[in-house]
């Protein structure tokens, strides 16, 4: 009995802390944004041995930047062979084969296991767990909990549960399917069957392009411009009370401890899951302009993968809710019109992009949902061009028109890339918005 009650205690400890944290964002005095709960990203490359180009393209998207909407989730495991029976696949059996290859990677290293793991910081020599990373993520106080009201009541337990969902719940995995196509004069017509997810890695150009610096420009030495053709493949980690009760009844013990028999049943498990979502299709190019004269090829490279990353997950989102992300709203205007947004193009953000204000509530059963309480809109001119590399693109073309040189503009512009919010005209709600209020997007057109 007595072991019963302290692993009720330990159970409701740990749920507590998944429900201790800020609903809103939190913000300093001045209304700066200091931290806010994002959804987390774990994204795999599929390698084509021996494949043009792959090698070279592989190299580039370890230095693609972490999206900084997502928490970092990689794994240990970056990618996996294609089968070779795909590689010549093309349309719907390509993108059965693409299904075929993620699932059997996924079954085949327990990816759904090492997610969880993740999440609570296992250790690899005990393989006991902590609650850090979980601490870390949701900004929790475990001071401020009362536990015993937790456990003696089941308005407690529900308000626990919903908040175990609301934050591991939406863990997702990546998998990206790319299409290189060189359309230099020496390589012109030359399409390669790379499907590629990037590491995103949180960098600008750092360690991986200067390992990768000699290959990536060797490559692309024989490149004007090139295209890149993305598919990606999301799927979600199953994280509800069911789940939650099964890790913590069958798997939990603290890292400082051993327990051989817990430690085997969770490496052995395959009680948790990775459900598919659904796929995008899109693509992002660069065009040889002297605008560029100052970019090494291997930093055009990662500038054309990075973009197509973003504008993939920006399709995802507009196609499946539960992929969206909510952003904290970062200034409100003192008449309240208008509130700033630190997201732009990258996010896929167009004037006739509309977002709702969402404003958390708890139900009478101590559940938090989110209620839409009003909408802004993109104020015209006022949209940040935030996209990989804009700003220094935009600097370069302006420095080149100043010295005399004939340029093409591209798609980027200096005012637009210099911002560092966009501007969002309140429609509706204007009483119920303040910095910090969380902010989806609802319609991309």
Request: aromatic share 10%; hydrophobic share 40%; net charge neutral.
């Amino acid at each position: 009995m007595v072991i019963k009650r302290l692993m009720k205690k330990l159970f409701c400890l740990i749920c507590v802390l998944l429900f201790s944290a800020a609903l809103f964002a939190q913000t300093d005095e001045n209304g700066e944004i200091i931290k806010y709960r994002r959804s987390s990203l774990y994204s795999v490359l599929v390698n084509h041995p021996g494949v043009p180009y792959a090698e070279q393209i592989q190299q580039a998207f370890m230095a693609v930047p972490i999206p900084d909407k997502f928490n970092d989730h990689n794994l240990y495991y970056r990618g996996f062979n294609s089968s070779a029976a795909k590689m010549k696949q093309h349309g719907k059996k390509k993108d059965e084969g693409n299904k075929v290859d993620a699932d059997d990677f996924i079954d085949n290293y327990n990816i759904a296991n090492g997610m969880v793991a993740k999440w609570f910081n296992r250790n690899a020599v005990t393989g006991g767990f902590d609650m850090n990373l979980v601490q870390e993520r949701g900004y929790y106080d475990a001071s401020k909990l009362d536990i015993d009201m937790a456990e003696m009541t089941d308005k407690g337990l529900a308000v626990l549960g919903d908040a175990g969902e609301e934050l591991i719940g939406n863990t997702f995995l990546l998998v990206n399917d790319i299409t290189y196509v060189d359309k230099g004069k020496v390589s012109s017509g030359v399409a390669t069957g790379i499907r590629v997810a990037s590491q995103v890695a949180g960098l600008f150009f750092g360690s991986d392009i200067s390992r990768a610096g000699d290959a990536i420009a060797k490559a692309t030495n024989e490149v004007d411009g090139f295209t890149v053709n993305i598919t990606s493949y999301l799927y979600r980690l199953v994280w509800n009370e069911e789940t939650m009760g099964t890790f913590y009844k069958n798997f939990w013990y603290p890292a400082s401890e051993e327990n051989p028999e817990k430690k085997a049943a969770f490496d052995n498990s395959k009680d948790f899951e990775l459900l598919y979502v659904g796929s995008s299709n899109t693509s992002a190019a660069i065009v040889t302009s002297k605008s560029f004269s100052k970019l090494t090829k291997e930093e055009q490279m990662v500038k054309a993968c990075a973009r197509a990353v973003d504008k993939s997950i920006v399709e995802l989102q507009r196609e499946y809710d539960e992929f969206k992300v909510n952003v904290p709203i970062f200034s409100v205007s003192d008449d309240k019109k208008t509130v700033e947004v630190k997201i732009g193009l990258k996010e896929g953000i167009t004037e006739k992009s509309e977002l709702e204000i969402l404003s958390p509530m708890e139900d009478k059963d101590g559940r938090i949902r989110y209620n839409s309480v009003g909408r802004i809109k993109p104020v015209k001119g006022k949209i940040w061009d935030n996209r990989f590399g804009a700003l220094e693109e935009a600097q370069m073309i302006e420095a080149a028109k100043a010295a005399g040189e004939k340029v093409k503009d591209g798609d980027v512009d200096l005012k637009a890339a210099s911002l560092t919010s966009t501007t969002f005209k309140v429609l509706s709600g204007a009483n119920q918005v303040y910095p910090g209020c969380l902010v989806r997007e609802v319609k991309i057109k």
